[in-house]
Every structure is written in C-alpha cells, then in structure tokens.
C-alpha cells in the first residue's frame, strides 16, 4: 500500500520542529566556563536579577524573570524602553541585569547598559553575536547563536527565541539546584492552584477529627457497628480496645464481603468481619501522600493516627476530592 505524499503544511512545521531541536542541542555542546560564572555572580550578589529585553527578546526576558522567581531566585522584568524612561531607579548597585538580544545592536537596551555600569549593577547578557557590543560590553556573555531561524525567509525570531529560552532555563535550574531548593520551597513559591494544595496540605488539614469519627468498640455487636456506620457517613467505623487505640476497622466494603459470605447480621461477631491492623498514616504527613496510599491499596477510608498510636481522625476519598488535592 503506498503511503500518502506528506503536505506542504506538515513538512513545514517538522521542519520548523527540527530546526529549532537542533537550536537547543548546539547549546547544550557550547556551555562552558562563562555559564558557570554567571551561576556563581548570581550566587555571590545580595540583589535581585534584573532581565530586559525588547521585542521577542523581551517576551523572552520575561519569562525568564517569572521562571527564576519561582525556582528561589528573587527577579523582575524590566522593559528596556522603560529602564530608560524612569525604570532604571528598579536597579541597584546589588543587582544583576540579565540583558537578552539576539543582535546585541538593540538600541533600547545598549541605551541602557551605560547607565547599569554606573549603577555599580553587574551585567550578563545573553545574544547570538559575540562580537556584538552588548556582548563585549557585558561582564559575562552567554552565547546563545543559531545556525538558522526556523523562519521560511530565515528573519522571524524562532530558533534564536526558543535558544534563548531553553539557556534561561537551564541558568534557572541550575540556580536551582545550587540554592537546595526544594519541593517545599517551591510549593511556597506556588500556593495557589492544584501544585500548591498537593504540597503544602497535610492530612491533619483535611481529616476529619476523631471526636467526629465513628468508634466502636471490639466487643461491640455488628449491628452496633453498622449503626454507627451509617450515622457516620464515612463509610466506617473504627474498631477500638479499652484505650481508644484501633484494633481495626469495618467498612461498607467489609461487609459487602461479609453478606457475599452468607453471615447473620444479629449473630456474627464484628472482629470476625472486621479489618485488623488497618493502613493508617499521620496527620503531619501529606495529603497527596495519603491519596497516594488510598489508590495503591484500592481503599476509600484511612485512619490517621497520633504518633503514640491513638485515634487521631479518618480520611476518605471524598475529604481529598472536596479539598482538591485530587
């Protein structure tokens, strides 16, 4: 069977695909010296990170401010246009300037520059020419040269933006990973939305506290167990010793289980249907933890227990879906 002749649309975006891959791959060849020395200027300076641009650079330089301020490095865009226009009193003896241009003959930001010296600020910039005078002028320059835009009439910014995006990135990480950042830091830098509620709430959050947990005791018929799981409504009901410690737990899936078996409701014994030794986690731990167990054990209810084993509260699938955490 012969295959269909690919279109001229298809052909074009693979090869836009492939032009700007290898873009990003030649970066990954030319690092070296010069971007270890940015990290560690970023490192030593008590500032902030100051990123301009203009045009597509400054879409770009945008970005990399918005990146490196949520990865632990303190940083803000400034417009180059504006820097000059009043912006400038943002920067400080203490701050580094990231300046993007591709040419590095951008008038707005080589307009700039001087004022940044001045400023005692240090200056690393990021463009395709070395030899341009916002990289001679820079304290480091990061090269960040395509062979050819992915552009048709090869004028467009393509390969050169996605360059310099991936190299803002990978300064950005690696800022990253020489801070210690972590999972907790950047849940601080993120609280809003789905990232934020999976690592900064805890089980103790969203449990629901043992003075509102069903109980029963071991010794307690299973009639007694089911009224006190359905008055519940979690669909459990915990089983526990002289102490308040649980022994056990008897759910709507217990005795699901138990009615399959055949057994009398009003003669069989509840620590012969019940769950002994039932998974539990802390209310300290998180709650995409305790998600986590709940689906890898196939189990909809979990007790939460303190840490000299009492009863502490019950999580179901239904609290972690209500505080969306999943």
């Known amino acids: 069977m012969t295959q269909a002749p690919e279109s001229p649309t298809l052909a074009l975006a693979r090869r836009v695909l492939r032009i700007e891959a290898a873009a990003v791959s030649a970066l ?22 100051i990123v301009t641009g203009i045009g597509k650079s400054g879409h770009i330089a945008r970005k990399l401010a918005a990146t490196l301020a949520s990865t632990g490095t303190p940083a803000y865009f400034v417009h180059a246009a504006e820097a000059a226009h009043g912006d400038m009193g943002m920067i400080t003896p203490e701050d580094v300037v990231i300046a993007l241009s591709n040419s590095g003959t951008s008038e707005e930001v080589l307009t700039i520059v001087p004022l940044v010296k001045r400023q005692g600020a240090r200056l690393i910039s990021i463009t395709g020419r070395p030899e341009s005078p916002l990289a001679q002028q820079a304290d480091i320059h990061l090269e960040a040269a395509v062979a050819e835009e992915a552009c048709p009439l090869n004028l467009a910014p393509t390969a050169s933006t996605t360059a310099a995006l991936a190299l803002g990135d990978a ?38 506290a043992a003075d509102v947990v069903p109980m029963v005791a071991a010794d307690a018929p299973l009639t007694q167990a089911l009224l006190a799981m359905t008055a519940g409504g979690m669909g459990m009901t ?6 308040s410690r649980p022994i056990g ?59 000299a084993g009492g009863l502490a509260g019950a999580l179901t699938t239904h609290d972690l879906m209500q505080a969306k955490v999943i």
């Open 249 to 307: 737990i008897f759910t709507d899936g217990d005795l699901r289980r138990a009615l399959e078996k055949g057994c009398d409701v009003r003669s069989t014994k509840l620590t012969d249907v019940m769950t002994r030794n039932p998974r539990s986690i802390g209310p300290e731990a998180l709650a995409a933890e305790a998600a986590e167990l709940m689906e890898r054990m196939r189990i909809s209810q979990l007790l939460v227990l303190d840490a």
């Open 28 to 49: 990954a060849d030319r690092l070296g010296a010069e971007f270890e020395c940015a990290v560690e200027l970023i490192l030593r300076r008590r500032g902030r990170v």
């Open 238 to 243: 915990a089983v526990c010793d002289a102490n």
């Open 171 to 208: 300064l950005a990480v690696a800022l990253l990973d020489a801070r210690g950042f972590g999972a907790d830091d950047f849940a601080r830098s993120h609280p809003g939305g789905a990232l934020g509620r999976r690592l900064l709430t805890h089980v103790g959050d969203v449990m629901r």
